[in-house]
């Protein structure tokens, strides 16, 4: 469900010009995410400054009241360790909400391939979904540095999808460093990779360094098969990154 409003500054009758305009708010947190002048007496001018202004509808009957977004929300775009309803994307204290996407990679399509399923560096606008102005945290490399054949990124590159990102619409983009893999599933090459990738990302501006948080190796009571986060893991890592996503 889409809600339409109307924005007005100004309108008095003995004001001249009176600036109104249609507006498209986001049905969960009541943001605008586009619109345009619908009537001027006089001229033409920009009516970005009254966004502050909007106000939800009030809840109909049965229908669940909202919160307003007072700031643009915080979206995750990630691997399969943000995908479900339970993920450490779910749990961070960031508001007024937060989005993920999950089950991807880079440059290297989520279903086992470089060209099939979906990948950030081509999909970009498919992951942001038409809603603009969220901060967007990219947390992905897993599937390219386990799967993908390709070297691992520059600095370059990686900018170079984060403003693939911003032109579909993202406030801001940051990368957040990929997780470590259980002993289990441990290679000299897979290793070498991760520790590549990682690299790359932080040299990415604003780059949040969650490296902290489970140190060189996923330990058997936070992972499920060296991969992928286990209950206690989403927690745990949601407590960490909070402080650096969500300040």
């Known amino acids: 469900m889409r809600l339409v409003g109307v924005l007005m500054r100004n309108c008095h009758i003995e004001n001249a010009p009176c600036f109104l305009a249609a507006v498209l708010l986001d049905p969960l947190d009541f943001a ?5 002048p619908v009537y001027v007496t006089e001229g033409v001018g920009s009516f970005a400054a ?14 669940p009241s909202m919160p307003v977004a007072l ?17 450490w994307a779910t749990q961070l204290s960031c508001s007024p ?15 086992g391939g470089p060209f099939t399923g979906y990948w950030l560096d081509h999909d970009a606008a498919i992951m942001l979904g038409g809603v603009t102005g969220d901060h967007v945290v990219i947390m992905l ?18 900018n170079a999808v984060a403003r693939k990102v911003i032109l579909a619409g993202a406030a801001s983009v940051r990368w957040m460093t990929v997780l470590p893999f259980g002993k ?3 290679s000299e090459r897979r290793q070498a990779r991760l520790d590549a990738w990682n690299a790359a990302i932080l040299r990415t501006p604003d780059a949040i360094d969650a490296r902290g948080c489970f140190g060189e190796f996923l330990s058997p009571i936070y992972q ?10 989403h927690t745990t890592f949601a407590d ?6 969500c300040s």
Do not use: C, M
Not at 50 to 62: M, R, S, T
Not at 97 to 111: D, L, N, R, Y
Not at 240 to 245: A, F, G
């Open 97 to 111: 909400t937060v989005w993920a996407w999950g089950g991807v990679g880079v440059f290297w399509g989520a279903s």
């Open 50 to 63: 009254d966004v502050e202004f909007a106000k939800p509808h009030p809840p109909l009957p049965g229908e």
């Open 184 to 186: 289990n599933v441990y």
């Open 224 to 233: 499920s098969d060296g991969t992928h986060l286990n209950p206690l893991g």
């Open 141 to 158: 490399g897993t599937n390219d540095i386990a799967s993908g054949p390709q070297e691992p990124p520059t600095q370059t590159q990686l």
């Open 32 to 36: 605008i995410r586009s619109g345009a």
């Open 71 to 87: 700031r643009p929300a915080t979206r995750i775009i990630g691997d399969s360790n943000t995908a479900g309803g339970a993920t």
């Open 240 to 245: 960490y990154v909070s402080p650096l996503i």
